[in-house]
C-alpha cells in the first residue's frame, strides 16, 4: 500500500507564511504528478497547486505569486510553501498523488489523497 502524510498546518497570522510537506511511502515504484488542494466546510475541494515528475507547475490564480509548489523525488515529498497568507486561504489542504506500482510483472497507477492538514489564517 502507499500511504501519504501531510504536516506544517498550523494557525499563523495574516500576512504570514506556513510550508506544508506530504511524504509518500509504501510500496513506490514511481510518483508522478504530486498536487494540493484545499477546502472550506460546504465547498468542493479546490486544487491549489500540481507539480510533474519533471518539476513543471501550475497554480489557481488565487494563490499565484503567493505559494510555491516544489518536490524532492529522492525523499517522495511534495511541499507548499505558502506567503503573504489571507483569512481566504483558511482550510484543510490535502495532499494527492498519481503513484505507480509494481505488481507482479506490470505496472499500475494509482491516485492516493493524504488525511488533510489543517491551515487558518487568522489575526
Known amino acids: 500500500q502507499v500511504e501519504l502524510v501531510e504536516s506544517g498546518g498550523g494557525l499563523v497570522q495574516p500576512g504570514g507564511s506556513l510550508k506544508l510537506s506530504c511524504a509518500a511511502s509504501g510500496s513506490i515504484f514511481r510518483i508522478n504528478a504530486m498536487r494540493w488542494y484545499r477546502q472550506t466546510p460546504g465547498n468542493q475541494r479546490e486544487l491549489v497547486a500540481a507539480?510533474?515528475?519533471?518539476?513543471?507547475?501550475n497554480y489557481t490564480n488565487s494563490v499565484k505569486g503567493r505559494f510555491t509548489i516544489s518536490r524532492d523525488n529522492a525523499k517522495n515529498t511534495v511541499y507548499l510553501q505558502m506567503s503573504s497568507l489571507k483569512p481566504e486561504d483558511t482550510a484543510v489542504y490535502y495532499c494527492?498523488?498519481?503513484?505507480?506500482?509494481?505488481?507482479?510483472?506490470?505496472?499500475?497507477?494509482?491516485?492516493?489523497w493524504g488525511q488533510g492538514t489543517q491551515v487558518t489564517v487568522s489575526s
Open positions: 507539480i510533474t515528475s519533471g518539476g513543471a507547475t
Open positions: 494527492n498523488a498519481d503513484v505507480t506500482r509494481a505488481i507482479r510483472t506490470t505496472v499500475i497507477t494509482y491516485n492516493y
